[in-house]
């Protein structure tokens, strides 16, 4: 049973560009977030995806936006690339509308973004 | 905005020794989860305490949860180099289906 995966793991872009990443949940699992963790912080929240609509979203600017496909997988999209958006990009998976995360989520590697 | 503050920021002990790793945080949660990270890749699911709990083990992982004081702490019993890692833990608060982190704890176990 796969986990969640995470494409790619590594990339490099430059200031101004934008950046797709994609992520595939844990088989049977409807809801996928999105984490974002610099250098030496916890991760923090960007936004939550259900029945392929935002359903919760972090104190993160427009320039971030995402999508949900039918089959569940997850893509985040960052526009204007700024320096400051150089970190490791974590999706996460769980079962079920989490309006209240009672279960554990599963995390994949994660998709390091360096903008230079 | 991180939810509270893990202490210590660093811990170093030997190999067969116990670690310790607190957690404190500011709102009402529903479930409070400890989770691993082994240089900066993704995060491994250790385990889950519910607001209604006050211990829960698994392995050689001990958490408690007080929520008058809002802390909680992991304690590893007989330590490995294996656990040598990131800790976080992570709090899902009431009414949200985020996970709100802290900063971390770096354990280094010495062989």
Known sequence: DAGVTQSPTHLIKTRGQQVTLRCSPKSGHDTVSWYQQALGQGPQFIFQYYEEEERQRGNFPDRFSGHQFPNYSSELNVNALLLGDSALYLCASSPGQAIILNTEAFFGQGTRLTVV | ?111
């Open chain 2, 1 to 111: 905005s991180q939810q509270g503050e893990e202490d210590p920021q660093a811990l170093s002990i030997q190999e067969g020794e116990n670690a310790t790793m607190n957690c404190s945080y500011k709102t009402s949660i529903n479930n409070l989860q400890w989770y691993r990270q082994n240089s900066g890749r993704g995060l491994v699911h250790l385990i889950l305490i519910r607001s209604n709990e006050r211990e829960k083990h698994s392995g050689r992982l001990r958490v408690t949860l007080d929520t008058s004081k809002k802390s909680s702490s992991l304690l590893i019993t007989a330590s490995r180099a294996a656990d040598t890692a990131s800790y976080f833990c992570a709090t899902a608060p009431s009414n949200t289906g985020k996970l709100i982190f802290g900063q971390g704890t770096t354990l280094q176990v010495k062989p």
